[in-house]
């Protein structure tokens, strides 16, 4: 079992950063595909972000925010910055560990509210 914690959602004004994290149990976090994920009021979940040998992100979000790890703490962060409006979501840290890209393990999920 893989558990995930997530931190660093909050309330900021358009134009403003947070930084996410998400906390990983487990001895080889290293291995794993981390990714994020949102879900808006309404609408389906989707992807943001995601980290393995290299890092991809939504087209939407390209350029404004950024996925780093940090093996040694079993942590993976996303920066976001420029926030707007529409980046109000939960936003919920995702593991693949069994050398997939399907994500098994799911976080609890952090709420970022942009206003305008």
């Known amino acids: 079992q893989v558990q995930l914690v997530e931190s660093g959602g909050g309330l900021v004004q358009a134009g403003g950063s947070l930084r996410l994290s998400c906390v990983a149990s487990?001895?080889?976090?290293?291995?794993?595909?981390m990714g994020w994920f949102r879900q808006a009021p309404g609408k389906e979940r989707e992807f943001v972000a995601a980290s393995s040998g290299s890092t991809c992100y939504a087209n939407s979000v390209e350029g404004r925010f950024t996925i780093s790890r940090d093996n040694a703490k079993n942590t993976v962060y996303l920066q976001m910055n420029s926030l707007k409006p529409e980046d109000t979501a939960v936003y919920y840290c995702a593991a693949s560990t069994d050398g997939t890209n399907l994500y098994n393990y799911w976080g609890q999920g952090t709420q970022v509210t942009v206003s305008s």
């Open positions: 487990g001895r080889t976090f290293r291995r794993y595909r």
